[in-house]
């Protein structure tokens, strides 16, 4: 069966009906020569390859940069033997390591730094890499001002500093295998580093800040402090030395220092210091030891190897207020030899091996004897040997 397709005739005559004139297309001769549309691969990276064509070195180091201006590694760079990695020599440089490794190529006759900025130059930033097996240093930046790292892995620079930060700031690193860890100038900050397995985790100048970082496992002290600094936040722990050491003027919240062994303090002090709200714990010796005008406030010191809390011989105007010390084989709260005019208020000292406050020397371990002008008022203290020490009315102990 054939079928037929009906064309409106309205269509046939449309169909039919002659093409206009084309539109006009304008002039097709080209206005100029083609110019290249695309970016430079300036402009697609504009920074520089730490090369020895772009950053040659010289007789004492492998790469030199003595332009201000943006640097990247493009792969792992060794260093050259007894030749110091990459030498910053000028202000105002940006140095990405770009997820890659500076690798020492060995000390030869003297020692050798990763990252070496040897005069004060400012401004120099420096991220994202390791740094490994440099003899004096994976990073010193001692004598800059204005820098800031961050995300480093400082590893094995053996018998060396991880990191020496002069003036600046660092965040994220992570050191291991070193002599120090971090090494911080006066007035540098440092937030959420860790360091383990080093001689020292942390050490700094005056008035250094330290907050969210955490020492484990090195062989020295956690953190030794100079002057004037400040750790918030803070952890260290199963130090070979003490956990945390400070100088006078400085500030310690809400840090934890555990299982310092064998023979290391949780948190020892110089004079004016202030603590509060900080845990220490399993120590080797005392919990926390503090000189004179220093206060403790809200701290916890449980099951150490000596004394919770220790106001050394000769101690001065300190604060010992609000604190709980709790099972340790030293007495709770220990005053020395020669410490007066001392406040020891509100503190709860149960279930320690010796008294739960004492004082010594010249004074009884009776807590009825405290030195001259010791205020006390509101402890509760008891201990496995003895349970509740009373006192006279002047001194008076709730138990």
Sequence with gaps: MKI???????????????????????????????????????????????????TPGDAANT????????????????????????????????????????????????????????????????????????SDGGVRTDLATSTFVEKLRLTDNTGATGLALGSGSGRDCVATGNANGFVLGNGAQLRDCAATANGIGFSSGDRAMASNCIATGNSGDGFNCTSYVMLIDCSSNRNGGSG???????????????????SGNGIQTGGGCHLADCTVANNGNDGITIFSGTTVRNCT???????????????????????TCQANLGAGIHLASFSTRNVVDGNICNSNAAAGVAAQGSNTSSFATLPAGTGAARNSASTRATGARRCSPRHRMDS
């Design 63 to 134: 790469f030199i940069i003595s332009v201000p201006g943006s640097y990247y590694l493009a792969g792992n760079a060794t260093g050259v033997f007894g030749k110091h990695g990459i030498s910053i020599q000028a202000s105002d440089v940006t140095l990405d390591l770009n997820g890659f490794a500076l690798i020492s190529g060995g000390t030869g006759a003297g020692p050798v730094r990763g990252v070496d900025v040897p005069a004060a130059q400012t401004g120099f930033s420096l991220r994202n890499g390791t740094v490994r097996g440099w």
């Design 244 to 262: 945390i050491v400070v100088q006078g003027g400085s500030s310690i919240v809400r840090c934890s220092a555990t299982r310092n062994l064998p």
């Design 4 to 54: 037929r397709l009906a064309v409106p005739a309205a269509l046939v005559g449309l169909l039919l009906q002659p093409l206009p004139h084309a539109f006009g297309q304008g002039a097709l001769t080209p206005p100029g020569a083609p110019t290249p549309t695309m970016k430079s691969l300036a402009q697609v990276e504009a920074r520089i390859i730490v090369n020895a064509t772009n």
């Design 301 to 323: 010191a449980q099951s150490n190897g000596g004394t919770g809390i220790t106001a050394m011989g000769g101690a001065d105007g300190c604060q010992i207020i609000g604190n």
